[in-house]
């Protein structure tokens, strides 16, 4: 049986919602679950992993541990992979897990794979599926070694509600102190905004917002929904947008429960971010637009015409 070692989320001490994505799928696919928590003073968390669907929770929790190192934090990861005996290592997608994923992979000696998006086992052996060439192919990717370690693409698996785990709690040894680097202090964005990967809802801008004031319109429709807010890369390199709030293949990828592109054409390397969301919802006032390609619903205007409207119906309805 696949034994599969999922590393949580957490983020100021809350776990996020891919673990239970990841933990569900390991469940659908028929195999055993761990987790490793990694962090400072993690160790309530012990009942919120167990209900995410693991069996084991393996954490390591330590004041050394508070501010993300790479190298420490991958140590943790391979002293659990080891003590489960997983040949199944699954990272979320995120700064961290792409940082880790490597480094846990040469020390296990293992195949790296990132932004998978399914995982099948056949007999012994291991496939993945993986986007490639900006979502143009699909390839299916044999590996020939026993141990896998994946960064698993935003919103590939869904949380199952049903998915639940057993609590076994055990306690990880504090890694060797990473002589070659030293973290100090982590500066977070200090605009207060919400985080384009923690965001149901993400709204982004594009090249038709034309300037300041067609940005700080849609912001505002973000605003009204407590939605995240993006953009594509036009705005960034324009000096509009800063790069953190870029959506596509060379930003972020997301994967919320509803987006919104307002006044975005639709690159391929736009859609490559953002078309794994649940529903699109694309305002172009081009009808030959790209992104209607790929959106779930589609309004063809001018977004300075469209966005008010859209403003005054939400408060409506909130009314």
Sequence with gaps: MAKVLVIADIKQGVLKGSTAELLSKARAIGAQTAVVAIGRNIESLADDLANAGSDTQYIADDASLELFSAGPYASCVVDAANQFEANLIWFG????????????????????????????????????????????????????????????????????????????LVKLSPPAPDLKTVIKELISD??????????????????????????????????????????????VDGGFMAHNKQVGQTGKIVAPTLYMAIGISGAIQHLAGMNGSKTILAVNKDPEAPIFNVADYGIVGDLFEVVPILKQEIKKIRA
């Design 93 to 168: 997608f995120s700064e961290s897990g792409k940082a880790m994923a490597p480094r846990v992979a040469a020390q296990l000696e293992a195949a790296c794979a990132t932004e998978i998006i399914d995982v099948v086992l056949e007999a012994d052996q291991i496939q993945v599926m993986r986007p490639a060439i900006a979502n143009k192919v699909m390839q299916k990717v044999k590996i020939n070694t026993e141990r896998l370690v994946a960064v698993v693409r935003a919103g590939a698996f869904e949380a199952s509600p049903d998915v639940t785990g057993t609590q076994n």
């Design 190 to 235: 200090a605009s207060g905004e919400i985080d384009l990967a923690d965001a149901d809802i993400v709204i982004s801008v594009g090249r038709g917002a034309k300037d300041q004031a067609g940005i700080d319109l849609v912001k505002d429709l973000a605003h009204d929904l407590g939605a995240g807010f993006g953009s594509s890369r036009a705005m």
